[in-house]
T-cell receptor, first 114, second 112 residues
Framework: DVKVTQSSRYLVKRTGEKVFLECVQDMDHENMFWYRQDPGLGLRLIYFSYDVKMKEKGDIPEGYSVSREKKERFSLILESASTNQTSMYLC?????????????FGPGTRLTVL | SQKIEQNSEALNIQEGKTATLTCNYTNYSPAYLQWYRQDPGRGPVFLLLIRENEKEKRKERLKVTFDTTLKQSLFHITASQPADSATYLCALSTGGGNKLTFGTGTQLKVEL
């Protein structure tokens, strides 16, 4: 089974702090994604990566950056956290060889910015 | 722009009945339509996929239909149980290693 893990289930940070959210997958998937999920807004794509050191902006990249130095690891960075970045953050991975784009999600990180 | 619509209101049904959830889309020609289950505070979990050239797909108590003319998918859970209570998301893709576009989900509550 595909396993996607995220570094923290719950995180509380202060405004202005730099925040790192880590995601690791163990299935050698090329594609990795970061979403945020807010009530009534559904899943919104922040960034995704098709390969090591490659990244592409999703629908809401402002205020975020990403890093993918190794195939299995995709990090989301909040350079200067703000209260409007309080949300549930979800990481996912997929294999382009599957053709169907099925994504496998981690358990999520509930981030609160005070 | 691409748009996916799912009922935003929660669906409440009695145990043993069939739950039917709807997913409508516009400005999209998906090759695949997928359904995911999400429990509170957890990540979505893949349930079932249907291809554009398939009309219906079944897996145990789950059934998905896909009408590309109506641009609609129906997701059925037969003999529903309280354990089926969750939010169900539909997602579309064109395939070939691309992104998924998700709907906002419909919350299902199965009552005793």
């Amino acid at each position: 089974d595909v396993k996607v893990t995220q570094s923290s289930r719950y995180l509380v940070k202060r405004t202005g702090e730099k925040v790192f959210l880590e995601c690791v997958q163990d299935m050698d998937h090329e594609n990795m994604f970061w979403y945020r999920q807010d009530p009534g807004l559904g899943l919104r794509l922040i960034y995704f990566s098709y390969d090591v050191k490659m990244k592409e902006k999703g629908d809401i990249p402002e205020g975020y950056s990403v890093s993918r130095e190794k195939k299995e690891r995709f990090s989301l960075i909040l350079e200067s956290a703000s209260t409007n970045q309080t949300s549930m953050y979800l990481c996912a991975s997929s294999a382009p060889t599957e053709l169907t784009d099925t994504q496998y999600f981690g358990p999520g990180t509930r981030l609160t910015v005070l | 722009s691409q748009k996916i619509e799912q009922n935003s209101e929660a669906l409440n049904i009695q145990e043993g009945k069939t739950a039917t959830l709807t997913c409508n889309y516009t400005n999209y020609s998906p090759a695949y339509l997928q359904w995911y289950r999400q429990d509170p505070g957890r990540g979505p979990v893949f349930l079932l996929l249907i291809r554009e050239n398939e009309k219906e797909k079944r897996k145990e108590r789950l059934k998905v239909t896909f009408d590309t003319t109506l641009k609609q998918s129906l997701f059925h859970i037969t003999a529903s149980q309280p354990a089926d209570s969750a939010t169900y998301l539909c997602a579309l893709s064109t395939g070939g290693g691309n992104k998924l576009t998700f709907g906002t989900g419909t919350q299902l509550k199965v009552e005793l």
